[in-house]
């Protein structure tokens, strides 16, 4: 086992690393309340827009960034970014989507034609895909025979548009603008994301998805997301993200808001594929994101799905907040750290109303010199009568330079609530191994299959096609580590 | 095995415990109903083959303030530790537990295992627990659960059922709950513990 496990030399296999070559245009990099206005003068955002992100702005420079995780995060520069970056339009063909951006999308298999499917296997339905590049949506596929049951899937830019109630209803009603230092500086500077409003009682006929793509260099991006889930509806959103190779860090700081409503359900999965940094730990995504749904109405229901093998640092918590009685919440997560990654994700259930229920299963991989962290709070309200919650957190190390931790917190006001917390941390152990390699499979697809094994529980709550995806991901991500 | 017990509000506990090549330490700490507590204690496991058996029980039927905070550092390899923590919490105590296991780069074969239960007996007492394990060596078993809850009603139940008043039978349950901490009392602190639960 220990001439298996050798130090990573071979450079890791990113094949999304590539760079799109597009007239782009940019605001001139830093920040400051000009670079608000005029990221909200191209957007043609109404004034109340502007006057929210500069509110944002203005709290966030009295904000100080968040030091509690277990991260050696880079010092980041605020004034070194561009916070804005688009693809030029094409002024002869203004409605047609670049052919470069098509081949972008193409080779990342992400269908921007509709009647297409995603790469891999044939799944049984379509996806409607939202994809972002840079700071500006570039599609949103199947918009009509979505608008058909009254399901509006578009940009965050076109709701503010053609839906604004909505949005001015629900934006920054689940992560206050001044939540953390990263939410404030998203609320600030956003630019696109997907926005969704789902119907009382639709149930989505397809997966809705968005795609999230880095070009320029020198750039953040900082998307916003908002999911509505009306009575009784149903939907699965999924999101994916892929980034160029470069020894610049780059910052992404998201923020995701969901609103469930009475009997509603929504999974959210997300297979996050940020380029990680070399094998020396030069360059990446620096992934500082705050996803946050609240369960709002009784027996809604809101299940998240990650997995996380990219980003050089990854500073993650979708949470949910279960205030509806009786609603209920899960949270299922592979984070898989290689080289230098470094990983600080986990879940908060916060249980406001009376017989809630939630489940965590996170499943940690750390191989190489990593550091992976989960993170997580369990907190009964005193409301939350009956409420009930169980967490179990697994680590697996390969390789005896990295590191697996498990930091969570209880907290009850509740006597009639039950909160039960496992974790667990190992290696895999060698019978295992040597059970796979007499049968004639090489060590480092006996490592693969154990760790696909582990992964499983997590891997099947995934849509089919991402799950082939998934699988594949771990497997390249796990190159390196051994043998 | 060297085995002490410390009853905080009577004798004094060490902050700082080092256990060297080979040593055994099995220690139980209690927390009687009444007391307020600030406990923070460290045990470095520093020689191979070191042994921890750590216990403790903390009673705060009242309006005790109770806070935590135990780390065991796994220094070198080799190493085994065990914890057990049990809470009753009522009135409108707080108590909180703040546990954390340390295994250091190159501790290799370590085992070490933390428990925390606590049993939340009204709607003003509060708990908080954080079970915390930072682990740098790959080849070690390492664990830790935590659970909050109350007083199962079935058992209540059954209880009643064979004629057990009320608060007998809860007694019996509580008696039961922190069993695995109490038997390593001698008998008249456990008497004692015992005579004190609400």
């Not at chain 2, 295992?113 to 740098?136: F, G, K, M």
Request: aromatic share 8%; glycine share 8%.
């Amino acid at each position: 086992m220990d001439e298996l496990i050798k130090d990573l030399s071979s450079a890791q296999e990113y094949k999304e690393g590539f760079v799109t070559e597009v007239d782009q245009e940019y605001v001139p990099k830093g920040l400051n309340e000009d670079i608000i206005r005029l990221i909200s003068a191209k957007k043609q955002e109404p004034e109340w827009l502007l006057d929210f992100r500069l509110d944002a702005f203005r709290k966030w420079q009295r904000m100080t960034p968040p030091q509690w995780g277990h991260l050696k995060l880079p010092r980041i520069d605020f004034q070194d970014i561009i916070y804005w970056a688009a693809p030029k339009r094409d002024e002869d063909r203004p409605d047609t989507i670049d052919p470069a951006l098509m081949e972008t999308f193409d080779k990342l298999g992400i269908p921007l034609r509709e009647r297409e499917v995603l790469a891999g296997v044939k799944p049984k339905g379509e996806v409607a895909v939202d994809a972002v590049f840079d700071s500006v949506s570039v599609t949103t596929t199947f918009r009509k025979t979505l608008a058909e049951q009254g399901i509006i899937f578009c940009s965050f830019s076109e709701a503010v548009r053609e839906h604004p109630d909505l949005v001015r209803r629900h934006l920054a009603s689940v992560v206050p603008v001044g939540d953390n230092f990263y939410a404030a500086l998203n609320s600030a500077v956003f630019s696109d994301g997907s926005f969704c409003y789902i119907p009382k009682g639709v149930k989505c006929p397809m997966d809705l998805s968005s795609y999230f793509r880095i070009n320029a260099s020198g750039t953040g991006q900082f998307e916003r997301t908002l999911i509505i889930a009306d009575e009784g509806s149903q939907v699965s959103y999924m999101e994916g993200c892929t980034a160029p190779m470069r020894d610049e860090n780059q910052l992404h700081a998201a923020v995701v808001e969901i609103i469930v409503e009475k009997d509603a359900d929504v999974k959210y999965s997300t297979v996050q594929n940020w380029y990680p940094g070399d094998a020396q730990g030069r360059g990446g995504i620096l992934n500082l994101v705050t996803k946050r749904g609240i369960c709002k109405g009784s027996g809604s229901h809101l299940s998240w799905t990650q997995v996380e093998t990219g980003s050089a640092i990854t500073w993650k918590y979708p949470s949910t907040i279960l205030k509806g009685d009786y609603s209920s919440s899960e949270f299922y997560s592979v984070a898989m750290t290689n080289n230098y990654q470094q990983a600080d994700t986990g879940t908060k259930m916060i249980h406001l109303g009376r017989g809630t229920r939630s489940r965590v299963v996170s499943k940690g991989i750390s191989a190489g010199h990593s550091e992976n962290s989960y993170r997580g709070l369990v907190q009964m309200g005193p409301a939350a009568e009956g409420a009930r919650n169980y967490s179990q957190c697994d680590s697996l190390l390969i390789g005896s330079s990295c590191g697996a931790h498990t930091f969570p917190v209880i907290r009850s006001q509740n006597p009639h609530a039950v909160v039960e917390h496992e974790a667990t941390t190992s290696k895999i152990s060698e019978d295992q191994l040597f059970y796979c390699t007499q049968r004639g499979i090489a060590p480092e697809d006996a490592v693969a299959l154990i760790v696909g094994g582990y992964a499983r529980e997590v891997l099947s709550r995934l849509p089919m096609e991402f799950a082939v995806e998934a699988q594949k991901l771990l497997s390249v991500s796990l190159e390196g580590a051994v043998g | 095995m060297d085995s002490r017990i410390y009853v905080i509000g009577r004798d004094c506990a060490p902050q700082f415990l080092r256990l060297d090549a080979g040593e055994e330490l099995s220690m139980t700490l209690v927390i009687p109903p009444g007391t307020d507590a600030g406990l923070s204690m460290e045990v470095d496991l520093a020689g191979p083959g070191a042994r921890l058996d750590l216990a403790g029980v903390y009673l705060c039927p009242g309006a005790e303030r109770v806070d935590l905070r135990v780390l065991v550092r796994h220094a070198t390899g080799g190493c085994s530790s065990r914890q057990l923590f049990k809470g009753i919490v009522g009135g409108t105590a707080r108590a909180a537990f703040d546990g954390l296991i340390y295994v250091a780069p190159d501790a290799q074969k370590t085992e070490a295992y933390q428990e925390n239960h606590t049993l939340l007996l009204s709607d003003t007492a509060r708990v908080e627990t954080r079970p915390q394990l930072e682990i740098y060596a790959d080849d070690v078993q390492c664990s830790h659960g935590a659970t909050t809850g109350y007083l199962n009603p079935d058992e209540l139940f059954y209880l009643r059922s064979r004629g057990i008043p009320e608060a007998e039978a809860r007694h019996l349950q509580m008696q039961a709950f922190l069993a695995p901490v109490l038997r390593r009392l001698p008998a008249e602190i456990a008497e004692e513990i015992h005579a004190s639960l609400p």
